[in-house]
């Protein structure tokens, strides 16, 4: 493929992230082009593709990843999955971007992890989009300048409005929410976490019963560092996301202003004025450029036959935090994190 | 009297803002106790007084102003009131803190400004209380500093959530409101105003019918500088003043964090969360620091003898200003601001 | 063409706005791609399609424009080549996107206008980035909504570091700065402007001798609105670009927040720590994703065989205001726009 | 003492804290005068009663605290010298405001606490002067009034540009700067503290060798809510304390506009321009102003016999909160605070 022929991608799975992503590379993403999608829910694959041209539908996801009409391909399939599709992706040579979790355990995302390296090739982005927003992005090239000499500390903030409770339980906070956070800790630091504690404030009365909302985490990082993060997923407010790196000669703070715009309006609350302005409703608003972003990014290294961005490590270590920051949920009490040897690891 | 003894003030008019300064010579200002009031409602001066220990009811300004119990006096009264008042003051060598305006036209400012010459002090203290507002003085020592290089233009808003209308015509926004700027203005540069038009934007529909609000003024400064102010006393949100100073290297703004809290809040303006805060309802909010420290350092002043902060002269030329601004409101024009020549002025 | 192939794109003239273009749509625009250029200086084109897959040089734009290899044109070439060049993009039905100037004068434009009328397409899209800009747009959609009221004022703040003072002489600053804001004010309140006044300031020191720098304007729109605007081409600090729209409910300010991140440094300035951050450094910092979104939108609408956002007639109106803008400069008075009849223009 | 009378204040120790002190009940607190000082250095107490008119100098703390020309009472003192003397001045019906520490122990707090309550009156204000500051007054009462729901966390930054470093060991933060947010805590949650961990990140290489700078305390309330701090007392930005209550409806935060001065700056950092501003160098900038209010309420509340603010009680949590958190600095474990039962204390 020469650099003039645009990417052919296929999309496996056509949920609301996969729909999502469908959009995006057929209309706002440089020199690739949505050319297959499959899905368990046939129908469901079949109106997605008619709203596009040429784009055809694979019966299963094994067709569409070694289909010879499709360069690359992005995984939007459940994460339990992702083993099986990642597997034929690596053996297919295809550059994928597979949404999170990696896998569903260690061992399986070590066998991805071999498989690809065995494969001498970066074939797998996992799809941890916060790396890619202008101003995380721009927060780390700071840190990396060295004008606010070594990180010794990151705080973060993770608010969303509101989840549907009764399926968004507490273990679900930390796996799908605070792994951003985790991913976050790991980019900033350039260091694994050693040691993760969940702590559960006096509940919020406006999430499900039983649910532990907000949730407070610390972690411990392998050179020393500590990250605190707030996560509380039924905030009310809309969605706040915010990281303060705080450096021995200064800090930096991504998501402080909550928009660009700055209004005043009359009447807001009773009689008074009010200045400020709407809270980002959810993550598509806040985080849609750096899904743009991330996915342009990972075309234009596809059409070289590779990928760049985070890596299938970086989807195990993250999921391994979880599992332990689960574990310090229901103990109360710091997990260490355990990770296979990354250096001898085939 | 020594330093250690505390300034008796007497307060002309009690009114709104005599009382106002009543309450706060009683019980915010360090060395100074409230000990007379006169007012021509006599019963108002007396309810007053009655809220106070020690506090004497005078028939009228002249016997307060002459009395030996009185070291210093705050004039509240009309501005009609002044001339006669001030020249009362300065023949008794009372320091003296006058509301603006100084009085009513230039030949009575003029005349004020005379009697205080010939009486060898300082004694007349006009209220313009911004120059005591902790962001209007920094700005001001930030621009001596030099730091930002010589000033080139000044940007003003001025803006009230509403005003009585029928009895807020279109000069009284120029004399009463835009007056403020006129002062911050000549504060600024350290200059006079030379030149001024007044626009009329197609009025809000919120005001009183036929009332030119909101306004656009326009000052040239003798040293050439352009300042250029939004007055909107109508405007629906609040109390919201800001200055923008443009130096030749860099830029000041005060006011412009409405406040120092940064909230949250769900659901404010339908389904959505906002960021923000209230804006300030009105003036006694965003100045009454400004007022506090007004009248502490006159205060601190009197108790010597004599006063600083802006003098008779700021009040003369201020008034000569809005005169030409009004002319200036009504035929669209610029207007040239005359003033008597300060030097020979006697 | 259908709506999959991707839409081939020539660009005239290679300067800084045409190599700038280049890189964008070779790179960054979804469903487009660069096939071919032309510039006078046919090594410096050469030069640039040597970066990029499949792109030809052609001698001339009279040929780029009529190639059947070329669905649409954008024209960066000097405002005097435009006339030519646009009946040349009309004459053969290629969508095209006009850098600004349109032309050189009105009877030109109107020409062009004319034709494109004749043609019975919208073709012509001229280049005013800022209504693409997020917080503009955003902004406008707010006006629209209504909440804020009727759209009284707006104030602008346009500033460039610096510029190459030689050649950036006071009419200048009226034609390639001010004319930005002479397109949003028309955008914003969806008038004409009927009437501007530039005013000089005394000059900073540090722009060239007997440049006009700063400058304030005053627009009168046809409505009653006002408009007032700091054009400084030599502030020193960077590029600062901020829009406040006064309403009779509220206001919205655009361009408040000038990065996203906030930062603490130790030491800046002497002894003291600093908080804040980098002004951006020039308008391809501030305005790059207003260009990226300008040229996506373009590409969209003229894959369908047009165009949409800012037309002729603005590009045309916009010359005459400046135009105006320019006399008023050297007369210090308020001079009238004069605008042929839009309805009866053919 | 009638209240037109002025309250006679003696203040016990002149150093940095009692002299700063002076000079406020000499210059910015109405209705109160200074009459009398006395400190172990009787020339420094000299030299400091000399630059005011009629303040007298004794020979010890006693004989001032018992003078009958004294009314009121301020502790500046050593915290070791405390027990005795707020025991003189509760013997002698003195008002008294105790800078912090209460006392050096709980016993001996106790034994104060005990002897106040059987003098019948309130005589002993603790000197947590945040509770004063405008903003964090503010932020209680948005949250007593309630619109914000229930208070779930806090999150506190506290910084330092600098200490001493020898004499500020890893203890002493937590005594003495983190004592702070241990009263801010339980002043927003009016809650008792249960439980508190102090972590040790791996330290700055610019704090003194062996000092745990920063730290990371974590408060858990009594009833279930968490307060997160970060304390960094050699960050070298400047003084910088942001506090951030989350309620279950809404957030607020105070701190956050570092000063109400927006700036622009040329070539601040290299070539660069910057907006933003100077961040409070110390303590005394960002809560002069609260001092002044305490002050201000204390000298009101004296001179009718009694005093309103943090309790002697509140000083004793507070060192208990503080010991249990040297506890956990040394043991890097969750330590549990032991408090008196506050009903059946005596």
Redesign the interface.
């Known amino acids: 493929m020469?650099?003039?022929d645009?990417l052919r991608v296929g999309i496996v799975g056509v949920g609301m992230m996969g729909s999502d992503h469908a959009r995006r590379v057929?209309?706002?993403?440089?020199?690739?082009?949505l050319v297959a999608v499959s899905d368990p829910d046939r129908p469901r694959a079949e109106e997605l593709a008619s709203g596009?041209?040429?784009v055809s539908v694979h019966d299963d996801a094994t067709g569409l990843i070694g289909s010879d009409a499709v360069d690359a391909v992005i995984l939007a399939s459940p994460g339990s999955a992702h083993e099986e599709q990642l597997l034929a992706c690596i053996e297919h040579g295809k550059p994928t971007l597979c949404e999170k979790p990696l896998t569903m355990d260690g061992d399986s995302s070590l066998r991805v992890i071999r498989a690809e390296r065995e494969s001498g090739r970066s074939l797998i982005q996992v799809g941890f989009m916060r790396r890619f927003d202008?101003?995380y992005a721009?927060?780390k090239r700071?840190l990396a300048a060295g004008?606010?000499?070594?990180l010794?500390?990151v705080?973060n903030?993770h608010r969303n409005?509101a989840v549907p409770s009764p399926e968004f339980r507490s273990e679900i906070i930390v796996r799908d929410s605070l792994v951003h956070e985790v991913d976050v800790a790991r980019f900033l630091f350039g260091e694994e976490i050693e040691e993760i504690t969940v702590?559960r404030?006096?509940p919020?009365?406006?999430a499900h019963e039983g649910v532990a909302d907000?949730q407070?985490a610390?972690f411990?990082m392998s050179?020393?560092?500590?990250v605190?993060t707030?996560v509380?997923v039924n905030?009310?407010?809309?969605y706040?996301v915010r990281c303060e790196a705080?450096g021995?000669?200064?800090?930096?703070?991504?998501?402080?202003?909550?928009?660009?715009?700055?209004?005043?309006?009359?009447?807001?609350?009773g009689d008074?004025?009010?200045?400020?302005?709407?809270?980002a409703?959810d993550f598509t608003v806040r985080f849609g450029r750096a899904y743009d972003l991330e996915v342009?990014a990972w075309a234009?290294a596809a059409r070289t036959g590779t990928v760049t961005g985070p890596t299938a490590w970086d989807g195990y270590a993250s999921t391994a935090v979880c599992s332990a920051g689960v574990e310090s949920l229901q103990s109360g009490q710091p997990v260490k994190v355990t990770l296979a040897d990354r250096e001898v690891l085939s």
Do not use: M
Request: overall charge negative; charged content about 20%; glycine content about 16%.
């Open positions: 020469t650099t003039s645009s057929a209309s706002r993403i440089s020199g690739a082009r596009y041209d040429g202008p101003e721009e927060l700071l004008a606010l000499g070594r010794l500390l705080h903030t409005k702590l404030p006096a919020t009365s406006l907000p407070v610390i411990r050179g020393g560092g500590i605190t707030e509380f905030c009310q407010t809309g706040e705080v021995e000669r200064g800090t930096v703070t991504a998501g402080l202003s909550q928009t660009g715009l700055y209004t005043t309006r009359a009447n807001l609350d008074a004025g009010w200045w400020g302005g709407p809270v409703p342009q234009d």
